[in-house]
């Protein structure tokens, strides 16, 4: 069941990092008009939140049951 | 369509694919979930890099333009994205346990996607801030402002198409298990990937206009030079083993 929920939340995370990467080209955002950015501005930080909540959530399923050394 | 994005999701995609390829060819010394963990650290990782070293080159900028969105969201490196990335998988495998060495899967395609994504870079031109100083040299390239200049996109990826090759050596060299006198081990192509690209570009952003943040150097210099430092304990281990060889 982990190998699923690792999976899916990779794939969520995958997707988030290419939409915030797409919302940060920086030729690309220069030319966009002012409702524009603020659309791209909205979707990055959504696509950050995901990413960083996705992260967390693999880390927490995966985490080692052993202490670190 | 702008060619910075058709080049930067060309870039990922190739990418993407060559690790496939790679997983195929060489195998995986990860199980599926424990390499999606590292996979997601290090995209995740990278992406949040490579903005934050683009806020630190120059931080006085970052100062007067903390309520700009279009700044904030308008930039990346791709040395902190390297760094970014490496720091969180590094951080992901000491909380998930993981102990195998990760990155060998990772350098040929992170060369070939950087080189894909600077030809972007090259075709947009000024707005990239991507360009060299001023030169006279035949070569320099005039990006629109009647100033011949360093094309230094193009010297990028002249660099990671030769490093390939090597790369692809080092891999083979690690998948030969029988051998005992190897000088890679497991780890090594993604190091020897990093200390190659970080010194390019130490020395190569010494002839590009950015602003110089401390001694001369800029931040991101100063981010390539502290990885160096991290990884010259391989490069004196691989040179104590070549001069171990010629001993025997």
């Known amino acids: 069941m982990n190998i699923v929920f690792t999976i899916v939340i990779g794939f969520a995370v995958l997707i988030a990092t290419l939409l915030f990467l797409s919302c940060s080209l920086c030729a690309v955002t220069g030319g966009l008009s002012g409702q524009g950015r603020a659309i791209s501005a909205v979707l990055a930080l959504v696509s950050l939140g995901v990413m960083i909540g996705g992260v967390f959530l693999i880390a927490r399923i995966n985490q080692s049951k052993e202490p670190p050394e | ?248």
């Open chain 2, 1 to 248: 369509m702008h060619p910075h994005f058709v080049f930067e999701w060309l870039a990922y995609f190739f990418a993407i694919a060559c690790y496939f390829l790679l997983r195929r060819r060489f195998g995986d010394v990860l199980s599926t979930p424990e390499r999606w963990t590292v996979v997601v650290a290090a995209i995740a990782g990278g992406a949040v890099g490579s903005k934050i070293l683009f806020w630190l080159e120059d931080p006085s900028v970052l100062l007067q333009n903390l309520h700009n969105p279009e700044y904030l969201l308008g930039g990346k490196t791709i040395v902190g994205g390297l760094v970014g990335g490496l720091v969180a998988v590094e951080l992901m495998k000491r909380y998930t346990g993981v102990r195998p060495s990760t990155g060998d899967l990772y350098a040929i395609p992170l060369a070939f996607g950087i080189a894909i994504g600077r030809v972007g870079c090259f075709l947009t031109g000024l707005s990239d801030n991507t360009y060299g100083n001023p030169t006279r040299l035949i070569w320099g390239v005039d990006f629109g402002d009647g100033i011949s200049r360093h094309p230094t996109q193009l010297y990028e990826i002249v660099f990671l198409l030769g490093l390939v090759p090597i790369l692809y050596l080092i891999l083979l060299s690690i998948s030969c298990n029988g051998r005992s006198l190897r000088v890679f081990v497991s780890g090594d192509g993604f190091k020897f990937f990093m200390l190659a690209y970080l010194s390019f570009r130490f020395f190569c952003d010494f002839i590009k206009p950015y602003p110089k943040v401390f001694l001369g150097l800029q931040g991101i210099q100063w981010a390539c030079l502290v990885f160096l430092l991290y990884y010259s304990g391989d490069v004196i281990r691989w040179t104590a083993f070549r001069y171990r060889l010629k001993r025997i």
